[in-house]
């Protein structure tokens, strides 16, 4: 499990079900505001948008939770690794001892070689086992980036008042005005209300 399949598994699910990157931008200052308010005005509709990789690379939650799931995703690569080497030397001292007429009996050889198939099985069922734990992670993960953005856009929205707010990411709106933009604003306030778990910061 590479470190590509591992960004695309937990950027899969956010914001209400669109795609999430995470990229290396500098985090808005927290008395920052855009520049100016979002307001569109359709007849009585208000409009606004988010742009969600800046929320993904700025929110302090997602950067805290995207460097967990990296951890352990490198634990688990790490883990199979060593064990995908170690199988891998035993199969290869396996078929030196057989070239050589190491063993002293056929039954002997071929015990060796259903320990060696039962190692292999035993390596793909612990794969299957990690991957299952890392997807239940990214899944918790996603759940709660939705609610903690939606919680939060809710009370946000009771003083704001907008019809419609967005969210942009990549190019799925094809145009849009930059005073509709509201994403440093909800940035902010997503980080002043951030409260870290202890075992997150460790």
């Known amino acids: ?43 009585e509709m208000r409009i606004a948008y988010i742009e969600v990789d800046s ?20 634990n688990a690569r790490n883990t199979l690794n060593q064990k995908g080497q170690k199988l891998q030397a035993a199969a290869a ?10 063993f002293t009996s056929r039954e002997q050889a071929e015990s060796v070689q259903a320990a060696l198939q039962r190692q292999q099985q035993d390596l793909q069922e612990l794969q299957n086992r ?10 918790k993960y996603n759940a709660a980036l939705r609610d903690s ?23 799925n709106i094809l145009l849009a005005d930059k005073k509709l933009d509201i994403t ?8 002043k209300r951030y409260k870290p778990a202890k075992a997150d910061k460790k």
Do not use: H, R
């Open 1 to 43: 499990m590479n470190k590509k399949n591992i960004f695309q598994v937990f950027c899969a699910a956010a914001v209400a079900g669109l795609a999430l990157t995470a990229c290396n931008k500098s985090a808005p200052k927290m008395d920052e505001t855009p520049a100016q308010t979002a307001t569109a005005v359709t007849g």
């Open 55 to 74: 929320l993904m690379s700025q929110y302090k939650f997602c950067k805290d939770f995207t460097a967990i799931l990296q951890k352990k995703s490198n």
């Open 93 to 102: 001292n396996f078929q030196q001892k057989l070239s050589n007429n190491g």
């Open 130 to 139: 990690l991957g299952s734990e890392l997807d239940a992670e990214t899944a």
């Open 149 to 171: 953005l939606q919680n939060f856009l809710k009370v946000y929205n009771k003083t704001k008042k907008y019809d419609l707010i967005l969210s942009k990411a990549g190019d």
């Open 184 to 191: 440093v604003d909800v940035i902010n306030g997503l980080n």
